[in-house]
């Protein structure tokens, strides 16, 4: 069992002695685009850039279309435009800006696009780049978490390769190793804990943005370090877990492991529990969705089981989480209700890094969200990314009108 569907296969990256692997990086500027990037800057003659893309951050995308002499850098805030190609004069490299350029670099010919914009503004340009036939090594929760049956029905009609990059789906991916989904009793992937793992409820009526932003183990974007300190984070992947791995929901499950070391268990029918391990370093699975089905070198610090002593698991608990349950419900619920959810914790973890939202409200908006969507029958079946598109527009509207009762 694998989340690759039909495309080509060991020259799929074209990395090796004959050809570099042309790579495109959206989100260049963020955790996984600049990690990605150090990667690329390791390996050289592995890669050769075609597009980077960022939001707003101008300067730092000039630089990283410089470092590693890419063909274009598009910059999706388009009153930045001029800004983009002052930063760029002389350099020969394509300046582009707006929403439809982050597309257009999606389809330029490429062997391989990292996927790594933050949010359902992702949906739109990697869409695109899965169309396109391509490996897509994807970061970028919220095609499967919103989009999950519409991107892998495009993944699967265009003949691209799917592979994931989130620390838990690539050790999955690499645990199954092929595997029949009917050997498979369960996919367990492991969380954290975030920061306030051993909080009390009562601690978590007043945790601030500040707290929730340092996270023990993992550096990431604050979108993503915010849904570790609700949990919100494992319901998500337990919703891209859902469509990546066909084993259904009542297979798949989730455990709290403080050191961040083991990132997934798959137990198989037989008894056998295969469990990838790993230093909590996104570099890990970003070289391995790069290099896949090969191998490369990432400079990342090795496993020491001595130094380490001991590993530690333990239930999570949704009466102080109740975003992994609210989420799990989403996911039990299927249809639209993931997109719903999507697009409410969105909002809801900008009103929360605002100060106008308490931590603990962050589930209760989702959840109440889900339920007023349901009784206005958004709930319901999504055949193409204009369905979704306008379930998450609906979703953020629900969720912004509440923000004033909390
Ligand atoms: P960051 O916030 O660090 O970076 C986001 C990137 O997307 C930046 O390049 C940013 O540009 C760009 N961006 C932001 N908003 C828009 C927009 N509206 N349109 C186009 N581009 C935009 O995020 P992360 O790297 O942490 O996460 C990227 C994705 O990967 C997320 O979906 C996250 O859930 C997922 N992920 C991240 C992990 C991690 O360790 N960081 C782990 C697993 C999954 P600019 O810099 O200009 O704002």
């Known amino acids: 069992m694998a989340p690759v569907s039909g495309g080509p296969t060991e020259s799929a990256t074209g990395a090796g002695p004959d050809r570099p692997c042309r ?12 990690s990605t990037l150090d990667l690329v800057g390791r390996n050289p003659g592995l890669f050769e850039v075609v597009a980077v893309t960022a939001q707003s951050n101008v300067q730092e995308l000039a630089a990283l279309a410089k470092l590693h002499r890419a063909k274009a850098a598009v910059i999706g805030d388009a009153t930045l435009f001029k800004a ?14 707006g929403d439809a350029a982050l597309v257009e670099s999606a389809l330029m010919p490429a062997d391989c696009v990292m996927a790594a914009i933050v949010g359902a503004a992702g949906l739109k340009p990697t869409f695109a780049a899965a169309g396109q036939g391509r490996r897509v090594a994807l970061a970028n929760k919220e095609c499967l978490v919103s989009a999950g ?9 265009s003949g691209a390769e799917l592979l994931p990059v989130d620390s838990e789906h690539s050790a999955a991916f ?8 009917k050997a498979i009793d369960k996919i367990v992937l492991t969380a954290s804990g975030g920061p306030f793992r051993t909080w009390t409820r009562a601690q978590l009526e007043s945790a601030t943005p500040d707290q929730a932003l340092k996270h023990p183990n993992w550096s990431m974007g604050a979108k993503v370090t915010i849904d570790s300190a609700t949990l919100m984070n494992k319901g998500l992947e337990l919703i891209e877990a859902f469509h990546l791995f066909p084993v259904g929901v009542d297979a798949l499950d989730c455990v709290v492991h403080p050191q961040s070391i083991v990132h997934c268990l798959v137990s198989y029918k037989d008894g056998s529990v295969l469990a990838q391990m790993a230093p909590p370093d996104m570099r890990t699975p970003i070289a391995v969705a790069l290099a896949w089905p090969r191998r490369m070198a990432a400079p990342t610090d090795k496993l020491d089981l001595t130094r380490l002593g001991s590993l530690t698991f333990e239930a999570p608990d949704e009466a102080r989480f109740p975003a992994l349950r609210v989420a799990k419900a989403a996911m039990r619920r299927g249809e639209t209700a993931p997109a719903v959810l999507n697009a409410a914790n969105e909002i809801a973890v900008a009103a929360f890094l605002e100060r106008r939202l308490k931590f603990l409200d962050i589930a209760s908006l989702v959840e109440d969200t889900i339920e007023i969507a349901e009784k206005q029958g958004a709930v319901c079946a999504a055949t193409c990314l204009d369905d979704i598109l306008a379930i998450d527009a609906l979703a953020r ?7 004033s009762s909390y």
């Open 23 to 34: 790579l495109t990086v959206l989100g260049a500027t963020g955790s996984i685009g600049s």
């Open 84 to 97: 983009l190609v002052d930063a760029l004069a002389g350099t020969g490299i394509t300046a582009m800006a």
């Open 149 to 157: 049956d519409v991107f892998t029905s495009a993944i699967a009609k």
């Open 174 to 181: 690499q645990a199954l190793a092929g595997a029949d989904p």
């Open 397 to 403: 509207r629900l969720a912004v009108a509440q923000l």
